[in-house]
């Protein structure tokens, strides 16, 4: 097989694996609260992620951080997965799989503001129009439609959409700086965030602290660790899939790959794959204002691109 093809092959798998995520969030989270579902997802991502390593051979490379890298590390880890990904699942709680799912593909919009204000990177008129066109699409789907009242049906759950967004963005770019083996920061970050999300689900547990009303979406009860089938089942989907594999097999896109845009260009199939899937499993019907919504955001990160 040639280069080019494997570079598509694997891009194309780690595609695949993200498009079925959003469903498997929506599920699970059926049986586990976003907490939950993070306590037990991110133990098996850090379990394949070290699986990952040692089959590279990478994992002497962990006894050889040093005290700066694996500070670095730690706060890192604080942002992905602790924060990102209870953001993204209470979100995924409060809004419709869809919804949830489309307005956290603006993501690239995203990382284009916070790269104007953190990096000084300069900003065309073109990406202005991108940012605008890609607004209108999250207006469109936070209104299921009614773009015209500027009433969100589900405003928390649009806001913590968004919000995820934002700590994805400044996750990748603080990450820059690194120049640390990817899988390897990846491991560091999750196994601190797993001690992370330890400490917090037992002091939510044992209502060591009162959370805020503002806050209600961290939220704890029932087991610390998932022991429906149902339940387990997710966790090790998510933490596997969303956490591990994917993320390696589009890395590894990306290094066979003649050019970025080779591969980059094919993410674009997954938001269409993941409607299909969400229809599929968990049963919702595809809204107009989602498509709708789904083409102006697009069709802006697409402008942005050119």
């Given amino acids: 097989m040639k280069k080019q093809s494997k570079a598509y092959l694997f891009a194309g798998t780690a595609i695949l694996m993200w ?25 098996f991502s850090i379990l394949v992620l070290f699986i990952i390593l040692i089959i590279q051979r990478k994992q002497k490379a962990l006894f050889k951080s040093t005290g700066t890298e694996l500070f670095r590390s730690a706060l890192l880890g ?22 949830a799912m489309v307005l956290n593909f603006t993501w690239p919009v995203t990382l284009t503001v916070l790269s104007f204000f953190m990096l000084r990177q300069k900003i065309g008129w073109k990406s202005f129009l991108a940012i605008l066109i890609s607004f209108i699409g999250i207006i469109i789907i936070g209104t299921g439609g009614k773009f015209w009242t500027l009433r969100f049906s ?18 990748w770019i603080f990450n820059l700086k690194d120049r640390r083996d990817e899988v390897l920061k990846l ?15 037992f002091i939510l547990k044992h209502n060591l602290i009162n959370i805020p009303e503002k806050l209600a979406f961290i939220k704890s009860g029932g087991p610390v660790w ?14 596997i899939f969303e956490m591990g594999i994917a993320y390696v097999f589009w890395l590894k896109g990306l ?18 794959l993941s409607l299909v899937i969400i229809n599929l499993t968990v049963g919702e019907p595809l809204k107009p204002a989602t498509l709708a919504g789904l083409a102006f955001i697009i069709g802006g990160i697409l402008l942005q691109r050119k």
């Fill in 226 to 239: 998932p022991f429906t089938w149902q339940a387990l089942y997710g966790c090790i989907y998510i933490g």
């Fill in 187 to 201: 491991f560091l970050n999750f196994l601190f965030g797993f001690i992370y999300i330890l400490m917090l689900s």
């Fill in 19 to 43: 498009s079925t995520v959003g469903s498997a969030f929506k599920l699970t989270l059926r049986h586990l609260t976003p907490l939950q579902m993070l306590l037990g997802a991110s133990a």
């Fill in 78 to 99: 604080m942002m992905n997965p602790l924060l990102f990904y209870i953001v993204l699942f209470s979100a995924y709680d409060l809004l419709l799989t869809q919804e």
């Fill in 154 to 171: 589900n405003p928390a759950g649009v806001a913590l959409a968004l919000a995820s967004t934002v700590l994805w963005s400044l996750f």
């Fill in 255 to 272: 290094q066979l790959s003649s050019t970025t845009a080779k591969v980059s260009n094919l993410i674009f199939f997954a938001p269409f």
